[in-house]
């Protein structure tokens, strides 16, 4: 099929594999054409206020409503993977005091039957480079729905259990090497999954042992949250998301443009730690797992996307999650989200996939 793609259509097969969006066929741009009907479709979708609705679809629709509602171009085709029975879940909230559109959150993407870490396709192509990003387990504050209350805070009992499972998780991929935040929820979720790697051959998941390398990337610590430590979001923001307000509130802590620099310098450094895997050549997938908070996460993958600042509030993971990221080009090349916030291995210690429709005093 590929074959015949590439004889009978030569250069617009080409453009159609690098740069989908620019695409013209019978003087049709399929895909920015698909990313039209997607911004029509949520005039409709968004009309059954304060409800839940389920979308079923296909891959490329699937991904054009994620893109669409998160603001992101057509330029974005296959960089959000959409994989078969595949569940992706967005938030909407209303701005309060103001007729603008809804904030939008993507709360999680491609949540697959079949763990997403099994597979070693990325956007139709090997992905020769993978980042899994591992959020620590929870904490008393995580639990308590509250900002960290210190950097040195360690996980709860649940954490704990998160942290074991999560490990369980990864002992089907072999690890080429773990990056961890300096903090010590983050530390102690790498330990587990560090030494569950390294009895592989013990548990009969390989048959030689496993060496994998830890190390800490100072750039991975958590926000500095200032006067917000250990406070209710709602608290502090009673209005609004606390996304928007530390644009322009002074906490006393790190600025959300400090911040963003320093998980840019953390993404460039878990790329630059992948390109140093190069000195041990192998055929298979060369796997990095990043340990660390739930906000940097989000940072990193809006770096990954070229997002902005701005882009932080669009993203949502929970402790004890693991979001993926593809290379399939290398370290250098787009990267291919695979997966964000997948839960589904924590079993009845992870946060439902949909809110309940009751409120919580009744649930």
């Known amino acids: 099929m590929k074959n015949e793609g590439k004889e009978r259509y030569g250069d617009a097969y080409r453009t159609w594999q690098v740069d989908a969006a620019n695409f013209l066929i019978d003087g049709h741009y399929p895909v920015r054409e698909l990313w039209a009907r997607a911004h029509k479709c949520w005039d409709e979708i968004l009309r059954h206020e304060g409800q839940s609705i389920l979308v079923v679809a296909h891959n490329a629709v699937n991904q054009a409503l994620v893109a669409t509602a998160t603001g992101l171009g057509p330029h974005y085709f296959r960089q959000l993977l959409q994989s078969n029975c595949g569940v992706s879940v967005l938030d909407f909230s209303p701005q309060i005091g103001s007729d603008g559109p809804p904030y939008v959150c993507l709360d999680r993407l491609n949540q697959t039957p079949s763990p997403p870490v099994a597979a070693e396709q990325g956007s139709g192509r090997k992905a020769g480079y993978r980042v899994i990003l591992v959020c620590h387990g ?9 900002f960290p209350a ?36 983050a530390r102690r979720t790498a330990k587990a999954i560090v030494e569950v790697q390294e009895a592989a051959d013990c548990l009969g998941a390989d048959c030689v042992p496993r060496y994998v390398e830890e190390n800490q990337l100072e750039e991975l610590a958590d926000l500095d949250w200032g006067q917000w430590k250990g406070q209710i979001p709602t608290e502090v923001v009673p209005q609004g998301r606390w996304q928007d307000a530390i644009q322009h509130v002074d906490n006393g802590g790190e600025s959300i443009a400090e ?45 990954c996307l070229g997002l902005t600042p701005a882009s932080i509030g669009t993203f949502h993971v929970d402790t004890g999650s ?13 990267g291919v989200v695979r997966c964000l916030n997948y839960t589904a291995h924590l079993g009845r210690w992870a946060v439902p996939i949909t809110l309940p429709t009751l409120a919580d005093e009744d649930f």
């Not at 929870?138 to 509250?146: I, L």
């Not at 998160?162 to 010590?184: G, H, I, M």
């Not at 840019?264 to 340990?291: I, R």
């Open 259 to 303: 911040f963003w620099k320093r998980a840019g310098h953390a993404w460039k450094g878990v790329l630059d730690h992948l390109k140093s895997l190069d000195a041990a050549p192998s055929s298979q997938t060369k796997n990095v797992v990043v340990v660390a908070h739930e906000v940097i996460h989000t940072a990193m993958i809006g770096h």
């Open 322 to 334: 693991i979001s993926v990221v593809d290379l399939p080009d290398g370290p250098s090349g787009r």
């Open 150 to 185: 210190s950097a040195d805070e360690p996980l709860n009992m649940l954490g704990v259990i998160q942290a074991q499972k999560t490990a369980e998780l990864l002992l089907d991929v072999t690890v080429n090497s773990v990056l961890c935040s300096p903090q010590p929820n």
């Open 138 to 146: 929870a904490t008393e504050t995580s639990v308590e729905k509250r």
